[in-house]
């Protein structure tokens, strides 16, 4: 049976995410392509004298995502689920299923449903949004015009220890949901942009990481932000809760002092 080809991808994140979950096998011990395949394409045992595949190779070349066309290999959710499984690739699945790719995917959103991702996210993360009457210092930052940078600050001690791309995916989420807000801030206060999102993909794949976020910034101002204000809520109240600064769950960070 001929070999049939993987798909090709259409965007430089498309690349990016498939390239992150690679390199990310590739660190843990530096496997040959051609063993990956053994281990984890076929979906059944090969007969003596089948032609291997050059499945690990493509996604290495091409950053090509296999679709499984030929019965006898997995496509790469398949794939990606059966290196999950083994115990020294436990985690390379979090990279290629990372929240912030399926964002990339859509065309349109609610307000109520980047709030349900941002919701989603904290829970599966173990963090929380907080009253800033409740952080020492915060109250004070926003009477004298820090309001994001105080934001900022409590995020950046909360995300210790949080996947990047979780982080970026947060970042993101929050500038989405602010450019919607009418609100008396500077309309720059949360831009829908993640500098760390930025440095991550530069630190893991160079010039085309800096490619990539360019890419997937144009990719995440294009998606459609549908207004869902439930009735009876205040533009106050919509206003505070998407604002009240995210912490470690049961914690509560130190500001800086102001």
């Known amino acids: 049976m001929p070999k049939k080809a993987g798909g090709q991808p259409?965007?430089?994140?498309?690349?990016?995410?498939?390239?992150?979950?690679?390199?990310?096998?590739?660190?843990?011990?530096?496997?040959?392509?051609?063993?990956?395949?053994?281990?984890?394409?076929?979906?059944?045992?090969?007969?003596?004298?089948?032609?291997?595949?050059?499945?690990?190779?493509?996604?290495?070349?091409?950053?090509?995502?296999?679709?499984?066309?030929?019965?006898?290999?997995?496509?790469?959710?398949?794939?990606?689920?059966?290196?999950?499984?083994d115990p020294q690739f436990q985690g390379t699945a979090d990279l290629f299923n990372a929240d912030l790719w399926g964002l990339l995917e859509i065309k349109s959103i609610t307000e109520e449903q980047i709030y349900e991702r941002i919701d989603r996210a904290l829970i599966q993360n173990n963090l929380e949004r907080r009253p800033g009457k409740d952080i020492p210092g915060y109250k004070q930052a926003i009477m004298i015009t820090r309001f994001s940078s105080s934001f900022h600050e409590t995020f950046k001690w909360s995300m210790e220890g949080i996947s990047p791309l979780t982080r970026g995916y947060l970042e993101l989420l929050h500038g989405m949901h602010m450019?919607?807000?009418?609100?008396?801030?500077?309309?720059?206060?949360?831009?829908?942009?993640?500098?760390?999102?930025?440095?991550?993909?530069?630190?893991?794949?160079?010039?085309?990481?800096?490619?990539?976020?360019?890419?997937?910034?144009?990719?995440?101002?294009?998606?459609?932000?549908?207004?869902?204000?439930?009735?009876?809520?205040?533009?106050?109240?919509?206003?505070?809760?998407?604002?009240?600064?995210?912490?470690?769950?049961?914690?509560?960070p130190v500001l800086g002092s102001y």
């Open 10 to 85: 259409k965007t430089s994140y498309e690349m990016a995410r498939i390239q992150i979950w690679y390199e990310e096998i590739k660190s843990r011990g530096n496997p040959k392509d051609g063993r990956l395949d053994k281990l984890f394409v076929w979906r059944t045992p090969p007969l003596k004298g089948e032609v291997q595949p050059k499945i690990f190779a493509n996604i290495r070349k091409y950053h090509r995502y296999p679709k499984g066309l030929d019965p006898r290999w997995r496509d790469i959710n398949e794939i990606v689920l059966a290196v999950e499984s």
């Open 179 to 252: 450019k919607t807000m009418q609100y008396t801030l500077p309309m720059d206060a949360f831009p829908v942009n993640s500098q760390f999102l930025e440095k991550y993909l530069i630190l893991k794949l160079g010039d085309f990481g800096r490619e990539c976020y360019v890419d997937l910034i144009k990719k995440v101002d294009d998606i459609e932000i549908l207004k869902n204000q439930k009735e009876g809520d205040s533009s106050l109240k919509r206003r505070w809760a998407i604002t009240w600064p995210i912490c470690k769950a049961g914690q509560i």
